[in-house]
């Protein structure tokens, strides 16, 4: 069965750079979420979106944003990047947009910072 | 504040010797309670979704079950490939009803 794709797996950035991470949803899954996991830390949810618009906010950086494209695949951009920023990113997907939908995750994007 | 706390940290069984792990709770209301599996690097597999207190999910050699409190996790006869981290996450009632409430996880190690 196809999974949540996310693309780059691995990233290494220089402090203040700018990254991108995206994420491509199971087929036909149309809500997306973004959660940061630091190291021997549990995730940590930082935005979702459903149906192209946003849906819940949670404690997602103001330098960070995302959106949600009409295909349904969903880029969180990074800038003025910090050390703090290194974690491993991974990107859910759902259907439906209801609250107890199943979140099925990503392999997940390693960002480093130096 | 909505809250998720899994015991033990880490458990380590012999292959066959039966456990449980443990998931607590405290949110406004519940909405559903998750499982995840997750190897080191790797995102979370999804194994079971609980969404009432007495509920029962079973795959394999897991169970799952629930309370108005806690949730607990039951391995049968675990064997090696079982060793992983089992994730515990809660969705609550009330602002930012889309995400999932982590706990920080039991790190299960099965040894031959």
């Known amino acids: 069965a196809a999974g949540v794709i996310q693309s780059p797996r691995h990233l290494i950035k220089e402090k203040r750079e700018t990254a991108t991470l995206k994420c491509y949803p199971i087929?036909?899954?149309?809500?997306v979420y973004w959660y940061q996991q630091g190291p021997g830390q549990d995730p940590q949810f930082l935005i979702s979106f459903y149906e192209k618009m946003q849906s819940d906010k949670g404690s997602i950086p103001d330098r960070f944003s995302a959106q949600q494209f009409s295909d349904y695949h969903s880029e969180l951009n990074m800038s003025s990047l910090e050390l703090g920023d290194s974690a491993l990113y991974f990107c859910?997907?759902?259907?439906?947009?209801?609250?107890?939908?199943?979140?099925?995750f990503g392999p997940g994007t390693r960002l480093t910072v130096l | 504040e909505d809250q998720v706390t899994q015991s033990p940290e880490a458990l380590r069984l012999q292959e066959g010797e039966s456990s449980s792990l443990n998931c607590s709770y405290t949110?406004?209301?519940?909405?559903?309670l998750f499982w995840y599996r997750q190897d080191p690097g790797k995102g979370p597999e999804f194994l079971f979704t609980?969404?009432?207190a007495g509920e029962e999910k079973e795959k394999e050699r897991l169970k799952a079950t629930l309370t108005k409190k806690e949730s607990f996790l039951h391995i049968t006869a675990p064997k090696p490939e079982d060793s992983a981290t089992y994730l515990c996450?809660?969705?609550?009632f009330g602002g930012g009803y889309n995400k999932l409430i982590f706990g920080a996880g039991t790190r299960l190690a099965v040894h031959p």
């Open positions: 609980l969404y009432s």
């Open positions: 087929p036909r899954h149309d809500t």
């Open positions: 859910a997907s759902s259907f439906g947009g209801r609250s107890t939908d199943t979140q099925y």
């Open positions: 949110v406004s209301g519940l909405r559903g």
């Open positions: 996450a809660v969705q609550a």
